[in-house]
């Protein structure tokens, strides 16, 4: 049986061609607004986990050390023609968001855009998330969760056996699981499709 990590890269190299028109103007302001409430200065180390082919690129500084990591080679070469043509001094490569391959500490702004749904194992993302990230660094998060004040009911676990398969997980809580990985969550806002898409900013505990 396909385990989910394969079953998440070969149905993305699959998305790759397409993934900018579906996906650009879709989510272009839910994204926007996500990195605005980051607490940006020049030469800050940023790295976005499951990069995709770049589509938060247009609303970073250009002042930074960029860094990228997906886990389909089709997503990683869009990802890198992107941020070249854009002007970033910047490097991406293949990579499991569960297992990053950066030292403790190194960067001063992860974002994970679009991710915590798709992984099989969020937890696991979070936590390597936590480790690469500086003490006082900033986490932007911006996803689709299930409210935090309940969870998923039958109805929408039913569906979610559906979703899940196709492209995403609709019954994650967003709150519980930052907080499981060790972070405090600075502000929370819906950005999208009512408070289906919310934006987060986190810090370490």
């Not at 998440?8 to 272009?28: E, L």
């Not at 910047?90 to 679009?114: E, K, R």
């Not at 991710?115 to 996803?143: F, K, S, T």
């Not at 935090?148 to 519980?176: E, H, K, S, W």
């Amino acid at each position: 049986m396909i385990d989910s990590t394969t079953w998440n890269r070969w149905r993305y190299a699959c998305y790759a061609p397409v993934y900018d028109c579906v996906a650009d103007r879709a989510f272009r302001r839910a994204r926007r607004r996500a990195l605005e409430a980051v607490d940006w200065a020049g030469g800050q180390r940023v790295l976005i986990v499951g990069c995709g082919t770049g589509l938060d690129l247009p609303w970073l500084p250009r002042d930074i050390e960029l860094h990228g990591c997906d886990l389909t080679p089709a997503m990683v070469r869009r990802f890198r023609a992107r941020a070249e043509a854009l002007g970033f001094d910047g490097q991406a490569g293949v990579m499991d968001a569960a297992a990053l391959s950066y030292p403790d500490g190194y960067f001063d702004v992860v974002v994970m855009h679009l991710i915590l749904a798709v992984m099989p194992h969020p937890e696991r993302g979070l936590a390597e998330a936590h480790r690469v990230l500086a003490d006082d660094g900033q986490l932007c998060v911006m996803d689709k969760f299930q409210t935090d004040a309940r969870p998923a009911g039958p109805g929408r676990r039913a569906l979610n056996l559906v979703t899940r398969f196709i492209a995403t997980d609709i019954t994650r809580q967003a709150g519980p699981l930052l907080e499981g990985a060790g972070f405090v969550v600075e502000r929370d806002e819906p950005v999208m499709m009512g408070s289906l898409f919310r934006a987060l900013l986190a810090h370490k505990a």
